[in-house]
């Protein structure tokens, strides 16, 4: 990838005393904060001429999670309803702009805005986060949500209710919108002997959808207007996981009772033991957490051998040993860098000293494991949002691929020992010639999939473009193991090393035992010197593991609602031809 100079790497000069842990924070916090500036009127109406005078125009930068895309100047503005939405778009539309909507821009793809886009490109930013935010039951078991509301607004709504859901993403500064688009996730599968709960799922967030109202193209009327969509529609199924490729200003989601988790974590298993093969006589394998509790995430970071391994599980009342948290991020060790690691982040960006990543992953090792201890949170428990939510924007940025590996459940152990294998395998081989392209960490979770009838409607229909969408042709495959790999940006032989380990799964798991499909908001389609720009990749390998025949439904469908790819960019646009 063309390697973007972040704040974050500014921050550290040369002479090392002056990295200081307080201005690695402050930079990592300010790349969370994009604010606009004020149009003057003048300027305002002669660049976006007849612009919808109640809509407040202003200058906005956009900067993705981790940096590497980033746009200055570009215009934008933040409709207060649904109707102001429709009135912007159609004025797009009339004057030959593109509209991409923007929540946290917590993510690292380029599906709202491509790298390179000048301050003068009629593209307009839609934020959605200052105003479309409307919470309330639609029923018992529905709620009503703006796609601008954050998740920890939502959950702590329905908690509130005395509702909840399975799993969700770890960071709660997430737009609900931008987690729908690209059917957002948490880590969950049924226990043994676990049933799954009324409202609630173990695939995405996009299956518990039971309706969501799109700015769509009206033909009769010739103009952009608001439309519903339900459930058990056609059109609606390529809209529940967009990528970007629509504008959804509301949803109703089915929910179910809040359950109360407990989240113990470990740092004593050796990786191993815990990714071993199947029948290699391990006990503490990764496969027989799952059996155990079905909420299991493994964190590994680089050159280390003990995985920081959290394992969820369904508890009403509190365990004698756990600590009853009252509210999410719990891990302050985590989402505020210590010293030690800001310091060797400082030297790696702005020295070069890439070789200290065995270090950092061992600073980040000793992070977790004392500060497990030192802050109580080896053993958490309560109301299910305090243990799901455990990210803030003050964490460490690092670039991460992203992948699905569909497969059945007896197969969830296999998957991960050869991936593990071939990820340690590597990485040695690389750092035997003196380079290491990874200084983050493996993570690996493992969901459900997006089984429609989760959502209790009759006729419900899979999200066409969800990567946990089931396989008609397998209906064995019931599980998807989530796998990523973090570095920092500008890595040297990062791009090289993750085409490998990309090859390595299209390859490994090819829809023999299991199907590689990429995680829409990471990194994938990676060449030696970029990410997301393999040809094959993009023009072949994606549609194919989605499904050629799905693939071109969720296109027509997405085409028809915009003919005029008002939602799009040079990205989208190549993605989907």
């Given at each position: 990838m063309?390697h973007?100079?972040t704040?974050?790497e500014?921050?550290?000069p040369?002479?090392?005393?002056?990295?200081?842990?307080?201005?690695f924070?402050?930079?990592?916090?300010a790349?969370?904060?994009?604010?606009?500036?004020p149009?003057?009127?003048?300027?305002?109406a002669?660049?976006?001429?007849?612009?919808?005078?109640?809509?407040a125009?202003?200058r906005?930068?956009?900067?993705?999670?981790?940096?590497?895309?980033?746009?200055?100047?570009?215009?934008?503005?933040a409709?207060?309803?649904p109707?102001?939405?429709?009135?912007?778009?159609?004025?797009?539309?009339?004057?030959?702009?593109?509209?991409r909507?923007?929540g946290?821009?917590?993510?690292?793809?380029?599906?709202?805005?491509?790298?390179?886009?000048?301050?003068?490109?009629?593209?307009?930013l839609?934020d959605t986060?200052?105003?479309?935010?409307?919470?309330?039951?639609d029923?018992?078991?529905?709620?009503?949500?703006?796609?601008?509301v954050?998740?920890?607004?939502?959950?702590?709504?329905l908690?509130?209710?005395?509702?909840?859901?399975?799993?969700?993403?770890?960071?709660g500064?997430?737009?609900?919108?931008g987690?729908?688009?690209?059917?957002?996730?948490?880590?969950a599968?049924?226990a043994?002997g676990?049933?799954?709960?009324p409202?609630?799922?173990?695939?995405?967030l996009?299956?518990l959808?039971?309706s969501?109202?799109?700015?769509?193209?009206?033909?009769?009327?010739?103009?952009?207007?608001?439309?519903?969509?339900?459930?058990?529609?056609?059109?609606?199924?390529?809209?529940?996981?967009?990528l970007?490729?629509?504008?959804?200003?509301?949803v109703?989601?089915?929910?179910?009772a809040?359950?109360?988790?407990?989240?113990?974590?470990?740092?004593?298993?050796p990786?191993g033991?815990l990714?071993?093969?199947?029948?290699?006589g391990?006990?503490?394998?990764?496969?027989s957490?799952?059996?155990e509790?079905?909420?299991?995430?493994?964190?590994?970071?680089?050159?280390t051998e003990?995985?920081?391994?959290?394992v969820?599980?369904?508890?009403?009342?509190?365990?004698?040993?756990?600590?009853?948290?009252?509210?999410?991020?719990?891990?302050?060790?985590?989402?505020?860098?210590?010293?030690?690691?800001?310091?060797?982040?400082?030297?790696?960006?702005?020295?070069?000293?890439?070789y200290?990543?065995?270090?950092l992953g061992?600073?980040?090792?000793?992070?977790?494991?004392?500060?497990?201890?030192?802050?109580?949170?080896?053993?958490?428990?309560?109301?299910?949002?305090?243990?799901?939510l455990y990210?803030?924007?003050?964490?460490?940025?690092?670039h991460?691929?992203?992948?699905?590996?569909?497969?059945?459940?007896d197969?969830?152990?296999?998957?991960v020992?050869?991936?593990a294998?071939?990820?340690?395998?590597?990485?040695?081989a690389?750092a035997?010639?003196g380079?290491?392209p990874?200084?983050?960490?493996?993570?690996?979770?493992?969901?459900?999939?997006?089984?429609p009838?989760?959502?209790?409607?009759?006729?419900?229909r899979?999200?066409?473009?969800?990567?946990?969408?089931?396989?008609?042709?397998?209906?064995?495959?019931?599980?998807a193991?989530?796998?990523?790999?973090?570095?920092?940006?500008g890595?040297p032989?990062?791009?090289?090393f993750?085409?490998?380990?990309?090859?390595?799964?299209?390859r490994?798991?090819?829809g023999d035992?299991?199907?590689?499909?990429?995680?829409?908001?990471k990194?994938w389609?990676?060449?030696?010197d970029?990410?997301?720009?393999?040809?094959?990749?993009l023009?072949?390998?994606?549609?194919a593991a989605?499904g050629?025949?799905?693939?071109a439904?969720?296109?027509a469908?997405?085409?028809?609602?915009d003919?005029?790819r008002?939602?799009?960019?040079?990205?989208?646009d190549?993605l989907?031809?």
């Amino acid at each position: 990838m063309t390697h973007v100079t972040t704040d974050a790497e500014s921050n550290f000069p040369s002479d090392a005393p002056h990295r200081t842990r307080r201005g690695f924070l402050l930079t990592a916090a300010a790349l969370a904060v994009v604010p606009g500036l004020p149009a003057d009127p003048a300027v305002a109406a002669a660049q976006l001429p007849d612009f919808p005078a109640d809509v407040a125009l202003y200058r906005s930068a956009y900067r993705n999670w981790v940096g590497e895309i980033t746009a200055d100047g570009l215009w934008a503005c933040a409709p207060g309803s649904p109707e102001q939405v429709v009135a912007v778009v159609d004025w797009a539309w009339r004057h030959g702009w593109r509209v991409r909507a923007r929540g946290a821009s917590h993510g690292w793809s380029p599906l709202t805005v491509t790298e390179g886009t000048p301050s003068g490109a009629p593209v307009l930013l839609v934020d959605t986060a200052p105003h479309l935010t409307g919470l309330s039951l639609d029923s018992p078991t529905a709620v009503r949500a703006g796609t601008g509301v954050t998740m920890e607004a939502l959950l702590t709504f329905l908690e509130e209710h005395g509702l909840g859901v399975t799993a969700a993403p770890a960071p709660g500064v997430l737009t609900l919108g931008g987690v729908l688009a690209i059917d957002g996730h948490g880590t969950a599968v049924p226990a043994r002997g676990e049933r799954r709960l009324p409202g609630h799922t173990y695939g995405s967030l996009s299956n518990l959808i039971l309706s969501l109202t799109a700015v769509v193209w009206d033909t009769r009327a010739g103009a952009y207007v608001l439309r519903t969509f339900h459930r058990d529609e056609a059109d609606g199924a390529a809209l529940l996981t967009h990528l970007g490729r629509s504008l959804v200003t509301e949803v109703v989601l089915r929910v179910g009772a809040n359950t109360d988790l407990r989240c113990v974590s470990r740092t004593d298993i050796p990786a191993g033991e815990l990714f071993a093969a199947p029948g290699s006589g391990s006990g503490r394998t990764f496969a027989s957490f799952l059996d155990e509790s079905g909420r299991v995430e493994a964190i590994w970071f680089a050159f280390t051998e003990h995985p920081w391994l959290k394992v969820w599980s369904v508890s009403p009342t509190r365990p004698l040993t756990s600590r009853k948290v009252t509210r999410p991020y719990n891990y302050p060790f985590s989402d505020n860098v210590p010293s030690p690691v800001a310091e060797l982040v400082g030297r790696m960006t702005s020295e070069g000293a890439w070789y200290l990543a065995p270090v950092l992953g061992n600073a980040q090792y000793d992070a977790a494991t004392l500060g497990l201890v030192a802050t109580l949170s080896a053993d958490l428990w309560g109301p299910s949002k305090n243990t799901l939510l455990y990210l803030k924007p003050t964490t460490l940025r690092v670039h991460a691929n992203g992948y699905a590996v569909l497969t059945s459940r007896d197969r969830v152990q296999r998957v991960v020992a050869e991936f593990a294998a071939f990820y340690r395998e590597r990485l040695t081989a690389y750092a035997a010639r003196g380079s290491f392209p990874v200084n983050g960490s493996v993570e690996i979770r493992v969901t459900g999939l997006d089984d429609p009838a989760d959502a209790g409607v009759a006729g419900a229909r899979a999200p066409l473009l969800s990567a946990l969408r089931p396989r008609a042709d397998r209906p064995e495959w019931d599980t998807a193991v989530w796998l990523d790999v973090l570095t920092l940006p500008g890595t040297p032989d990062a791009e090289v090393f993750l085409r490998e380990l990309e090859r390595f799964l299209l390859r490994a798991f090819d829809g023999d035992f299991a199907l590689t499909r990429v995680e829409w908001s990471k990194g994938w389609a990676y060449t030696d010197d970029g990410v997301w720009s393999d040809a094959e990749v993009l023009g072949s390998v994606v549609p194919a593991a989605v499904g050629p025949a799905e693939w071109a439904a969720a296109e027509a469908v997405l085409d028809r609602l915009d003919p005029h790819r008002v939602y799009g960019n040079a990205f989208l646009d190549r993605l989907f031809g």
